[in-house]
C-alpha cells in the first residue's frame, strides 16, 4: 500500500512560527485518498480537522496515560461518567468551562485538548 505514495520530486518547504518552531511541507502525490490517509497515519499526522474528533483523541490519550478510568477522571472533573464517555466518542460539543475542567483533572493545559497531535512531538 505504501508503494502506492510517490516520491516527491520538489525541496520542502519550511515554515518557522513566531515561538520558534518549525515544520517542514513537502509537496507529495498519491494515487487515491486510501493512500494519502495511510501516508498522513505513518507520518503522524492528525487525519481529522473535525474539533470534536481532535479534543476526543487528546482526551482519552491523556486519561490514558494518566492512568485513569473515565469513571475517575469525571469524577475529579465533577463531571458524570456517562458525559466523559461521550464527550471521547466525539459526540459530545463541549463547553470551554468543561474543556479547563477536564484539563485540571488531568493535570495538563488546556490547550493540549485541543491540539491535533503529531508523532515524535
Known amino acids: 500500500m505504501v508503494d502506492s505514495v510517490l516520491q ?3 525541496p520542502p518547504n519550511i515554515i518557522k512560527f513566531a515561538d ?8 507529495i ?4 485518498i486510501t493512500s494519502a490517509k495511510l501516508y ?5 499526522v492528525a487525519i481529522t480537522s473535525d474539533a470534536k474528533q481532535i479534543l476526543a483523541n487528546n482526551l482519552k490519550r491523556l486519561r490514558v496515560s494518566s492512568g485513569l478510568s473515565q469513571e475517575a477522571l469525571a469524577e475529579r472533573a465533577g463531571l458524570h461518567r456517562t458525559y466523559v464517555s461521550s464527550v471521547e466518542r466525539a459526540q459530545r460539543n463541549i463547553t470551554v468551562e468543561n474543556i479547563y475542567a477536564l484539563a485540571q483533572a488531568l493535570s495538563c493545559d488546556p ?3 485541543l491540539n491535533p497531535i503529531i508523532k515524535g512531538e
Open 8 to 10: 516527491p520530486s520538489i
Open 20 to 27: 520558534g518552531n518549525h515544520i517542514v511541507c513537502r509537496l
Open 29 to 32: 502525490v498519491v494515487k487515491n
Open 40 to 44: 498522513l497515519h505513518i507520518l503522524g
Open 111 to 113: 490547550r493540549e485538548l
